[in-house]
């Protein structure tokens, strides 16, 4: 078994990643300096001698000890709310932290994989998003400053491999949701429940006609640990092609919570993608994987967590 670094590792995706991690027997170190991560996702961990937490900006020098053998750099600001907020970090996470973790893996002759995303396909002119698709990127937009630094951390990342033959990997990963997202996470799934739980009207931004598709978590850590087995270089999408729009998936969460919220429309934030939707013949052919996990018990599992957080 190896020594795996997660940057990210205690944030929503990036925890989750470390629990399959151990569950397969390596050695895990979590990289995070807590902008948007919580300690409280890895409390769990807490004594697991194969598990440490140091608390780290990637985007500074990276020194590590001993023996290294793949690092997931997962560490970025992911949600609307935050990259709105933290915009330089957000790029610098992108460039000048994952130049830090690829330098790393050079150092260490260690296995890299870069958490991309489907943001990288802007607001697509193609659907469902394959990836040989370029995208529709507004680089001077606000939601630019995520976009584009995912697009320059894929750049990186096949700069490495190319230059310098390291083990690189990348995912692209579509909209998911599970246990440990934050209620003030500014996405839809945690939106829609929180609303729902406290009795509020569901916010629908524009006529809900945009679509989403929606993986949960455990599928997508599933593709990402077979990926990282791998030896593809090229990007893979993973996530669930069941698509559905927004105001049908906001009336689902109202039948399933048994609220008595209504749906309140409001305007449609800039560049706001009008569709969603993997295409995964890659995933399913290199990595025999599809998502298995119904949107319905996805959300039973998600609801549990969010009644809890909210103490309902």
Known sequence: MGCYVVTGGAGFLGSHLTDRLLKEGHEVLVLDNFITGSPKNLEHLEGNPKFLLKKQDVTETIQIEGKVDFIFHFASPASPIDYLELPIQT??????????????????????????????????????????????????????????????????????????????????????????????????????LCQALRGEDLTVYGDGSQTRSFCYVNDLVEGIYRLSQTDYREPVNIGNPSEISVLEFAERIIKITGTKSKIQFKPLPQDDPKTRQPNINRAKNILNWEPQITLEDGLKHTIEYFKKELGN
């Open 91 to 192: 790029l610098k996470v992108g460039s000048l932290g994952t130049h830090k973790t690829l330098g790393l893996a050079k150092a260490k002759k260690a296995g890299f994989l870069i958490a991309s995303t489907s943001e990288v396909y802007g607001d697509p002119l193609e659907h469902p998003q394959k990836e040989s698709y370029w995208g529709n990127v507004n680089p001077i937009g606000p939601r630019g400053v995520y976009d584009e630094a995912k697009r320059f951390a894929e750049s990186m990342t096949m700069a490495y491999h190319r230059s310098h033959n390291v083990n690189t990997h990348i995912v692209r990963i579509f909209n998911t949701y599970g246990p440990r997202m934050r209620l003030r996470d500014g996405r839809v799934v945690p939106n829609f």
